[in-house]
């Protein structure tokens, strides 16, 4: 990597640590970047998963309060999503790369609707709330939970859409707390997958180092400031990148 490339992919993890905190998708803006550079796209997803490990873990260190009282809850989604991760982590290694190209521009597309109709489905799921719910969902949230830890690992773009998607529909709670345990579960989802292909894929460690650098700082922001930001501001640059990966994926 030239030094101008470094800049690019350090900024790109920047980025994609605030907005994994604020709302999810940030590897819609590290991905792109590390294809651009020049790496392979499963050389380039492995790395990614490293590197926004630190910016989930500065995002849960930022939401410790609402985190506060959370800990049955977070054990028992958080089994879910562990377990999730590394059978998702386990079909990136196992399927074909060339699987890996075909699929992940529809993921990514279907990500950025998810992107765009968030703001609606919130407010959607918000009406349908029953004030008698499950306090933890019920065994659909947390089938659901598994399903988005298997996606995560595999690849992971707006798996934090998802997250508060399924929570937000199924838990009757504060947005901010819920988005406190999307922080943690995706945490996990990316640790695990980053375990697992420490020892089993390639690994570009200056990319890797890079986007951790970069992703902890981003994470530290999200946390503190993130939540004043416009959301259609942040919408419009996530679907610019992602449009832009889809276009680089198909292109080569």
């Known amino acids: 990597m030239t030094a101008w490339e470094m800049i690019a992919v350090l900024v790109a993890g920047v980025g994609a640590g605030m907005i994994n905190v604020i709302v999810g998708s940030g590897t819609l803006i590290t991905f792109p970047v590390l294809l651009a550079v020049g790496l392979p796209p499963v050389t380039a997803n492995v790395s990614n998963s490293f590197g926004l490990v630190p910016g989930s873990a500065s995002g849960v260190l930022g939401y410790r309060r609402e985190l506060a009282g959370q800990g049955a ?37 279907v990500a950025l609707v998810l992107v765009v109709v968030q703001p609606r489905v919130a407010k959607a799921v918000a009406a349908r709330r029953r004030p008698d719910g499950d306090p933890h969902g019920g065994p659909l949230l947390l089938v659901g939970i598994f399903a988005t ?13 998802l997250l508060l998607a399924l929570m937000g529909m199924m838990l009757q709670e504060d947005l901010q707390r819920i988005n406190g345990v999307k922080n943690a579960l995706a945490m996990i989802v990316n640790s695990v997958a980053a375990l697992f292909f420490l020892f089993t894929s390639t690994v570009d460690w200056t990319a890797a180092g890079l986007i951790a650098v970069g992703s902890l700082a981003g994470g530290l922001i999200g946390a503190k400031v993130g939540r004043r930001l416009p959301p259609q501001a942040l919408r419009a640059v996530i679907v610019v990148v992602g449009l832009a990966a889809v276009v680089k994926l198909l292109a080569t």
Do not use: K
């Not at 028992?76 to 521009?105: K, M, N, Q, W």
């Open 73 to 109: 809850r977070l054990a028992r989604f958080g089994t879910a999503s562990l377990l999730g991760g590394v059978l998702g982590a386990y079909l990136l290694i196992e399927l074909p790369s060339a699987a890996f190209d075909a699929i992940v521009p529809v993921l990514i597309l």
């Open 149 to 161: 830890g298997v996606y995560g690992g595999y690849f992971g773009a707006a798996q934090g859409v």
